[in-house]
T-cell receptor
Framework: DQQVKQNSPSLSVQEGRISILNCDYTNSMFDYFLWYKKYPAEGPTFLISISSIKDKNEDGRFTVFLNKSAKHLSLHIVPSQPGDSAVYFCAARGQRGTSYGKLTFGQGTILTVHP | SAVISQKPSRDICQRGTSLTIQCQVDSQVTMMFWYRQQPGQSLTLIATANQGSEATYESGFVIDKFPISRPNLTFSTLTVSNMSPEDSSIYLC???????????FGDGTRLSIL
């Protein structure tokens, strides 16, 4: 049972354009969502997060949007740069209780930004 | 943010042997976790490493196969026991503290079993 889904295995965009990565979740008990970027042979690097009480969080070129009613979040990268080419993972954290602190990851989306 | 170091970074092991992976954090953290990333797959939580007590394992993972230690707030080990080719994966340690702070990851241990 995949509680966090990234339905697009890959995305290709031109340098300077917007990249939009999507993520859906099924568990309404998730209260905190994160995006990680991963290069080959490295661990995931935290990118940006959003609490379930917000619908938008922005950090430089990166913006995360959360639509709780649709159980959907997206990561926007504007403008995209070739160095952004990596695998992007969406993750969700459970609320207090037995799931506290644990992250559930999506399958990842490979982003390729062409010069 | 915490800096997390994992050792070894990679290893090739024989079937039936065991390997212990170390995870060192440069500051005291409340929570430490161990994840597995199988080839072409996402990250799956193996267990939560609890300081001073037994680890909490996720469904499908057992202590006999993946014993975990956490003697203090900056260090943890994961042992992969009696390895088989199906255990070939990247094993990742993560650490986190206050509830509204993100977890950070080490670079992982790439394990291949022959």
């Amino acid at each position: 049972d995949q509680q966090v889904k990234q339905n697009s295995p890959s995305l290709s965009v031109q340098e300077g354009r917007i990249s939009i990565l999507n993520c859906d979740y099924t568990n309404s008990m998730f209260d905190y969502f994160l995006w990680y970027k991963k290069y080959p042979a490295e661990g995931p690097t935290f990118l940006i997060s959003i609490s379930s009480i917000k619908d938008k969080n922005e950090d430089g070129r990166f913006t995360v949007f959360l639509n709780k009613s649709a159980k959907h979040l997206s990561l926007h990268i504007v403008p995209s740069q070739p160095g952004d080419s990596a695998v992007y993972f969406c993750a969700a954290r459970g609320q207090r209780g037995t799931s506290y602190g644990k992250l559930t990851f999506g399958q990842g989306t490979i982003l390729t930004v062409h010069p | 943010s915490a800096v997390i170091s994992q050792k070894p970074s990679r290893d090739i092991c024989q079937r039936g042997t065991s390997l212990t992976i170390q995870c060192q954090v440069d500051s005291q953290v409340t929570m430490m976790f161990w994840y597995r990333q199988q080839p072409g797959q996402s990250l799956t939580l193996i267990a939560t490493a609890n300081q001073g007590s037994e680890a909490t394992y996720e469904s499908g993972f057992v202590i006999d196969k993946f014993p975990i230690s956490r003697p203090n707030l900056t260090f943890s080990t994961l042992t992969v026991s009696n390895m088989s080719p199906e255990d070939s994966s990247i094993y990742l340690c993560s650490a986190g503290d206050r509830s509204n702070q993100p977890q950070h990851f080490g670079d992982g241990t790439r394990l291949s079993i022959l």
